[in-house]
């Protein structure tokens, strides 16, 4: 299964405070252990909403907002994108993790949808096409 592992922002990641030195060589071996054991697909850190914008959608309507964003605890600071067994074994690989963050901080996992739930839905056959189509043009551009 294929799960988005969330690390939440702070005030100082929306401040633009740069990341400890220790802190980023720290992670920097865990996402090397990541890596080795095949479970890492990618990773990035995201810069403060202060650079980005956000859309919102109500019906055919589209309005754009700039940030910063005000819901620092609801922003997100970075991610991973990980393949593993089960959640359980997610939970234990975050475990491992470095604190992202030099005070209090969260980290969310979640499941990605598959081909396997929109089976449950009766479309599971047309997605994993749609899927392996959309990979394939990736794939060439890449």
Request: net charge negative.
């Amino acid at each position: 299964m294929k799960v988005m592992v969330i690390v939440k922002a702070t005030g100082d990641s929306e401040a633009g405070v740069p990341p400890d030195p220790d802190m980023l060589a720290a992670m920097g071996r865990y996402n090397e252990e990541l890596a080795k054991a095949g479970i890492l697909l990618a990773a990035d850190g995201l810069k403060p909403s202060s650079a980005g914008a956000r859309m919102h959608f109500d019906g055919a309507s589209r309005n754009v907002t700039d940030g910063p964003f005000a819901e620092t605890k609801e922003l997100i600071a970075g991610f991973w994108i990980w393949q593993v067994r089960s959640m359980e074994e997610a939970v234990e690989w975050l475990k491992k993790c470095p604190n992202p963050m030099p005070g209090p901080s969260d980290i969310d996992i979640r499941p990605l949808y598959g081909a396997e739930d929109f089976a449950e839905w009766g479309q599971g056959e047309e997605f994993a096409a749609y899927e392996q189509k959309l990979r394939d043009q990736i794939n060439t551009k890449g």
